[in-house]
């Protein structure tokens, strides 16, 4: 049973025929209103998020399916100590297809291991969390209309940012890419991100401090949050918190042609007043996530019946 | 130095000095209620210093742990005091419940029941990484 638990499990071809189905969506979506019909999505969230699972809700919805959700462990059977593997197998019996979330890496694998349905993984801890990728792909494509010949920065938590890791395994696999890692030193990305997927494939990148410095040159900015919950220790979480805040100030460094995203939601790493600024792709990346989810959700309930 | 040389049982030979122990302990030769002899910074020809194990008894032994620790140890194979069998292991793709993953927030720390595996990721410098979490084995 095909699943997605990690962007790479989608081969270049796949991710541009997604892309292909999401523009297709946008322009005629009244011949995707029934496609799922008689279809249901469980969506399975360990750990809080509104707006990942709204999206896979809404998208399950534009496509004329139904969803049964699970917004809560702690008022699920995994609140009794019931294990994933159990969790996948009994939801198969439900559902036609499962998004899940869930605060440890790999139980996202460790779900489609067990179902017999295809998981999509909608965010596994720090380790992955490939359709917020395909919401970053999309909004790139959309936007500047070629994944090659860019110049990508990457600002704040790239250490535990999983959307950071994500987003560079999936833009590797295309040619001329150069990345900008913008980061403070203890959040740097890790070596095994830079070594797997860029020194083995000679893709060039620099790190720096400064994300001032580094905006003139960006064709993208993509810009996350320090996450509190990937801390361990609160201390470190309170100093690092606010390392980077993009403001007009900033944004008048950048090209007439950058693109800024995030992943959202955003704490105070944008300021609010760049919102008006066209260049601000962010609440586009939201809407493109959802045409992504939609294709997704189609193209693995198609192979599944096939 | 002398060790009396097995009958029929299994010679893990060309280990790289230092690696023995590792061995030793990840494959629990120490609960076995046979003799173990561990030869440690042997002169070799080849190898300038090497460690051997000699194991006197024809247990099964689990390759795949000597091939992780030492991909250049050779095993040897004695029965009625003769070599039956003799062979390199070399890194196995895929490690099972041979070591386990120490990062807190993998699933496996929590679901017990879970095999611990491990994926060669990296032959050229012998990197395995959790098929759950992707963090490096140490």
Redesign the interface.
């Known amino acids: 049973m095909r699943s997605v638990i990690d962007i790479l499990d989608l081969s270049v071809s796949e991710l541009d025929a997604l892309i292909a189905t999401a523009e297709d969506i946008i322009a005629h979506p009244a011949d995707y209103a029934e496609k799922c019909h008689g279809k249901k999505l469980a969506t399975l969230f360990f750990e809080p998020s509104t707006r990942t699972r709204m999206s896979f809700e809404a998208a399950m919805y534009e496509l004329g399916g139904n969803v049964l959700s699970m917004t809560d462990a702690a008022s699920s059977s995994a609140s009794k100590g019931e294990?994933?593997?159990d969790t996948a197998k009994v939801i198969s019996c439900y559902a036609d297809i499962i998004a899940m979330r869930?605060?440890?890496?790999?139980?996202a694998?460790?779900a489609a291991n067990n179902a017999s349905i295809p998981v999509i993984n909608a965010g596994?801890?720090?380790?992955c969390h490939p359709t917020q990728t395909l919401a970053d792909l999309l909004t790139i494509w959309r936007e500047k209309k070629r994944f090659s010949g860019l110049t990508v920065g990457l600002c704040g938590d790239l250490k535990f940012g999983r959307t950071v890791h994500s987003l560079i395994n999936a833009l590797s696999r295309y040619e001329d890419m150069r990345f900008v890692l913008i980061s403070p030193t203890e959040l740097k990305l890790p070596s095994?991100v830079k070594?797997?997927s860029l020194k083995a494939k000679n893709i060039p990148y620099r790190q720096t401090t400064s994300l001032e410095e580094a905006m003139p040159e960006l064709d993208v900015l993509y810009m996350t949050r320090v996450q509190k919950e990937r801390f361990f220790n609160e201390e470190d979480y309170l100093r690092l918190k606010d390392s980077y805040i993009l403001d007009p100030a900033k944004m008048t460094l950048g090209r007439d042609d950058l693109i800024v995203m995030h992943p959202l939601p955003r704490v105070n790493e944008i300021s609010v007043a760049v919102d008006k600024d066209p260049r601000a792709c962010y609440f586009k990346q939201v809407l493109n996530g959802k045409y992504m989810r939609m294709a997704l959700i189609l193209k693995l309930l198609e192979e599944a019946a096939s | 130095m002398n060790i009396d040389s097995i009958r029929t049982g299994i010679v893990i030979d060309h280990i790289t000095a230092g690696r023995a122990m590792r061995l030793y302990d990840l494959l629990d030769l120490g609960s076995l209620d046979v003799s173990v002899a561990i030869i440690q910074n042997a002169v070799s020809h080849k190898m300038g210093r090497k460690d051997i194990i000699k194991i006197d008894a024809d247990i099964p032994v689990n390759f795949d742990v000597i091939g992780y620790v030492d991909p250049t140890a050779t095993v040897n194979i004695i029965r009625d005091g003769t070599v039956v069998d003799k062979r390199v292991i070399g890194m196995p793709e895929i490690l099972r419940n041979v070591i386990r993953c120490k990062n807190p927030r993998c699933i496996t720390s929590t679901e017990q029941e879970l095999d611990h595996v491990f994926r060669l990721s990296d032959r050229k410098h012998e990197i395995y990484r959790c098929i759950y979490c992707e963090t490096k084995a140490n």
């Not at chain 1, 869930?102 to 139980?107: I, L, M, Q, S, Y």
């Not at chain 1, 596994?124 to 380790?127: A, E, R, Y």
């Open positions: 294990s994933v593997a869930h605060p440890k890496e790999g139980a694998l460790v596994d801890g720090g380790h095994y070594e797997e």
